[in-house]
């Protein structure tokens, strides 16, 4: 009956093993691999994924997409088929506009660009960057060629991202936001600043862990299929719905760059383990898009994991495992102390008030660098003029400027919206499970995280790459992605916290 | 000049990325993986062991070897390209003699028969394993016919594990040998036993990782190009000559479980550290059999790590670390300790005067079913009666009997004869070691373990898969293997522990 489907399927079952295949070779590199290890990995992880590669991007897969198509023809939207034949017809689409030649140039480019940036970054000299960065440049414009555009080359580079999402889109709703979020910030640095001394009280790494894992195995992180480990840079990996990865990185000093990195990456990982299993080996499991995924992560680590309602269940774990640091402590100051809105030049440090701007900034800055208008001679320039603009301060170095992201080293741009998009998402998606379920915020006084993971499960894991964002969105909320439910979650709250 | 042996090699590299690739999959399942990625690993591993058998067997890797062959006539036996294309021709004609559904067959019946073999032993319950032991049997049959052979079926499976050995060259090995075995065990049966019981004195985990840790780097494994981790069964395995595991399992009660385990698993770790860097990549890679492999790890577990040199420089370390367990303990008491030899029904336990008459058994049995001369059904009986001959006591089950091994529930027969190979060859190997630099053992005794272990890269590590385990051997002692210096090294070693 579905013979030809099947046939699809069993073929990207395969392409999909060699993926997860890949990544499980880095998930060993980032966490345990020994330094000699190297060489050899880059080379196994290149043949994988140039058999991936050809193994997709082969005539044959377009044949069996297209009588699968033909077969499954008239199928329910949102079934298993008609549903995998839709989103790898347009996987399919993405991959083969890429020439195979430039492909390789590209990974070529961006190893050979990465230790570039990581040293220019290190002495604080974008001249010794700016070579390397305008090729990659050449590179994006020319991959937004390859990839066609309407109206902008940044529509092609953003799709990879989120797809079927306009650079239009983006602008309007970042057109809405700005000037909102640079009045709240003005407000906020005119109150009186927060105490947070507590979360720089030093904290045993032993004590850091058992404390993280007990909490987000509590949000609904399951260790039968997943499990945690160490890393330089915190992320999250999967090799299967039942083999989530996550790994945290600690600080003796500051207690919160483990805690919120846990429920950060946890988010993550509980989109993962909640897809449906029938997905299981298919193209179909997997988030849908990076806005989404970090709407889940920022709803765990930021929503609930800043809580009023969190902390009052939280503070006795917090206490009991760590004592002498939290003698005096009570859950409003913890509440008040994970809170803090303080504007710096780094984004990844940022707090949830000011970190979309951060992101605005990049957005303004890549559709110039995409369009022509900004040469990469430029950018240290223009970066500091415009953050200047929008946070009332010079970085002082590039370092804590323009060479702070390790993103457009390894050829990412289009990519840094997807941050913000998912800041906006995490509210429209909580509130929505708020109105169907109004006892959530009473639940996670309680410890009780089933609900809220419950909903989420229900409404966004369990599709994996079914729909799209928008498409999702659309469903769950009733309309597109805005921001004002993320501006309005922002005033209420600082509003509180800093009595303004 | 050397087109054709490049594409030669380009194809080969690719095959070997896949397999190291497969290897990495493998240590994750057992070093990490939580338990619900069983069965997306299973699928992964199954996925890429077939690309990798489809490519290798490929028509077109016989055609890239011939005109490379042709292309590298004359070159010297000893270069990296004719070795490369002697080993691989080797390695192609065993890939392809066995049909691939054939393989496919195997593989789901050693999957199916392993855990029904787990719940037999367990059971202490033969019966339950026999049909599947019945198809396993009938399937080596099968597969010694496909692999042919002149002499004898055990020809074909035994080359499997040391290239051109034959069935006959083990006989005549283990003929010699069985007597001289036995009657030491006797004369050691009937002496004062000696006294063990620090080594079941209770030690930290903690500290058995640190202690091992310090004495595998003072032997020469490179934690720079490896790593340790822990496992339910010891193993070493390797994605690189520069990045190289081994496994451990602690007992916090015994702990010569986890020190010999490090001292083994090191051994066979540097053979893979030691091999020359131009190999990487490339099939030559590896240790060329496991009778070899074996060598390193029994040199390194038994006749350094057991040897009174070794604890004169070892004692005050393992003294430093558990001072409490170690009071009173000399030298000389440790050196009598560890070498304490006890007739037992386990394998795997055995110490080293014991451990080649469990192989001997092995062999002969293995022998008799793939003649046909010994049927699943009567296998227990022919256990029992054989272990009381070579051993003077009867397995009160089955479980400590025929059921111990997990060998021939993976289909592995013709794999037994390589451990007691191994032996033998770790003393024939040290002794020309001794010959070349007599003052080895004063260094051992210094800490300094340096000529040893440099001793053994040169004349074995280094060449990877090159030589035969035959050629190794003779190029290195000017003979075959034999077991007159393993007796003698067993004679004088227990002749002196045990006061004979």
């Known amino acids: ?58 005539a044959e897969t377009g044949e069996l ?13 949102d079934s298993d088929e008609a549903s995998l034949i839709r989103v790898v017809q347009q996987d399919y689409a993405d991959a083969t506009r890429l020439p195979v ?44 060629g390859y990839i066609g555009y309407t109206d902008h080359p940044y529509d092609a580079l953003l799709g990879q991202y989120e797809r079927g999402m306009t650079t239009q889109q ?36 032993d004590g850091q862990r058992e404390l993280g894992k007990r909490i987000v195995q509590a949000f609904g992180f399951d260790f039968d299929r997943g499990i945690q480990a160490i890393s330089v840079h915190p992320f999250c990996t999967h090799f299967s719905i039942n083999d989530v990865r996550i790994t945290t990185r600690y600080s003796e000093q500051y207690v919160g760059e483990s805690l919120f990195g846990f429920f950060h ?24 898009s990076l806005g989404v995924h970090e709407s889940q992560s920022r709803l765990w680590e930021n929503i609930v994991g800043r809580s009023r309602e969190f902390w009052a269940w939280a503070l006795p774990l917090f206490r009991a495992a760590f004592p002498a640091q939290t003698a005096d402590i009570t859950a409003e100051q913890m509440y008040r102390a994970v809170n803090k809105v303080e ?12 970190y979309n701007l951060h992101i605005i900034l990049r957005f303004e800055i890549e559709q110039a660098i995409l369009k022509g208008d900004l040469r990469a001679a430029d950018l240290p320039e223009a970066w500091n003029t415009r953050f200047q603009e929008f946070f ?35 509210v429209q998606y909580y509130n929505a499970a708020l109105r169907a379920d109004p006892t959530i915020p009473q639940a996670i006084a309680a410890g009780n995280f089933e609900p809220l993971r419950t909903w989420m499960q229900t409404h966004i894991h369990q599709h994996g790459r079914k729909f799209t964002g928008a498409e999702l969105t659309q469903r769950i ?16 709250k600082y509003g509180d916290v800093y009595r303004l």
Do not use: C
């Open 101 to 144: 030649d430039f492909v390789a140039e590209f990974t070529k480019q961006t190893a050979l660009a990465h230790p570039v940036w990581a040293k220019a970054r290190a002495e604080q000299d974008f001249k010794q960057f700016q070579p390397a960065l305008e090729r990659l440049i050449d590179m994006a414009r020319a991959a937004a």
């Open 265 to 288: 990456e946890a988010g993550h990982a509980m989109y993962e383990q909640g897809q449906a299993q029938h997905l299981e080996g298919l193209p179909l499991a997997g988030g849908t």
């Open 65 to 77: 997409l297209e009588r699968a198509a033909a077969e499954m023809a008239g199928a329910d939207y």
């Open 170 to 205: 983006v602008a309007d709703i970042f057109a809405a936001h700005r000037p909102a979020l640079v009045e709240l910030i003005a407000a906020i640095s005119a109150a009186p600043q927060v105490d947070d001394r507590v979360l720089y009280a030093g904290y045993p790494i």
């Open 1 to 58: 009956m579905s013979q030809k489907y099947e046939a699809l399927r069993q073929r990207l079952s395969m392409i999909h093993d060699l993926n997860m295949a890949n990544a499980v070779l880095s998930w060993d590199m980032e966490t345990v691999m020994p330094p000699g290890g190297s060489a050899a990995r880059a080379q196994q992880m290149s043949t994988l994924s140039r058999l991936s590669h050809e193994l997709f991007t082969a």
């Open 343 to 354: 504007r710096s030049f780094i984004r990844v440090e940022a707090d949830e008030a000011t």
């Open 392 to 426: 009332g301060m010079t970085p002082p170095n590039d370092a804590l400027g323009v060479l702070q992201d390790v993103h457009w080293s390894a050829g990412l741009m289009g990519y840094f919206p997807t941050y913000a998009l998912g800041n906006m998402l995490s």
């Open 477 to 492: 909320t009733g309309e597109g992605i805005q921001s004002r439910d993320y501006i309005h979650y922002l005033q209420t």
